[in-house]
């Protein structure tokens, strides 16, 4: 288990964001499925994956079964079967990202405590089990259980509150900017992940 030096905290726990992190998360994949041409990828791209219902999700106000009535109010009538593919299958094209696994196992083995706090709706246990069991880790807050999404303050601070969390002793892995600018608000070291987990362990001396 990772130790404090004199006077240095030590990092002890990882908190991994889920999507783009360890599992893809790319909406254009659907929208090439089910659509033919960049006019009518726009129109979904834009009610669908932009609009305020996808939000309304990550909240957990909406289940995923309801954006569809809902954008669909929105959306030419010609359009209604391919955004209901791209409501019901859009999860369907997350895949574990390229060296997460690695990484995961990695620390765990070294002794850190590994966690997820993920911005996702309803279907999440849906889909995060192809990349691992939710046992698999020391703890996961999902936005849409809890009614808060990164970045707001108020979910890193029930996150640590939840799992009896030092902030100074966590490092925040993110793909967004603005969630780890969220972290770093409550003293929870930020990392803002490009793709390159070799990089993390260089960079933490994990």
């Given at each position: 288990m990772p130790s404090e030096r004199t006077g240095i905290i030590m990092m002890k726990n990882i908190i991994l964001d889920m999507g783009n992190v360890l599992l893809s998360f790319d909406p254009e994949k659907s929208l090439h499925a089910f659509l033919e041409n960049d006019e009518d990828r726009a129109i979904i791209r834009k009610e669908l994956f932009q609009g305020p219902e996808w939000e309304q999700g990550d909240y957990g106000i909406i289940t995923n079964e309801e954006r569809y009535s809902l954008v669909s109010k929105r959306v030419p009538e010609r359009l209604h079967p391919a955004l209901k593919e791209c409501v019901d299958k859009w999860s369907d094209f997350m895949q574990p990202i390229p060296g997460a696994m690695d990484f995961c196992e990695y620390v765990k083995n070294k002794?850190?405590?590994?966690?997820?706090?993920?911005?996702?709706?309803?279907?999440?246990?849906?889909?995060?089990?192809?990349?691992?069991?939710?046992?698999?880790?020391?703890?996961v807050m999902v936005s849409s259980d809890v009614h808060l999404v990164k970045p707001e303050k108020e979910i890193y601070e029930l996150f640590l509150k939840t799992y009896n969390l030092?902030?100074?002793?966590?490092?925040?892995?993110?793909?967004?900017?603005?969630?780890?600018?969220?972290?770093?608000?409550?003293?929870?070291?930020?990392?803002?992940?490009?793709?390159?987990?070799?990089?993390?362990?260089?960079?933490?001396?994990?």
């Open positions: 002794g850190y405590g590994i966690y997820v706090l993920s911005n996702a709706c309803s279907l999440f246990g849906h889909y995060f089990p192809r990349f691992a069991p939710v046992t698999y880790f020391d703890g030092n902030p100074a002793e966590c490092l925040f892995i993110d793909d967004r900017p603005e969630n780890i600018e969220g972290a770093e608000a409550v003293h929870i070291n930020g990392y803002i992940f490009t793709g390159d987990f070799q990089d993390i362990i260089a960079k933490y001396g994990l």
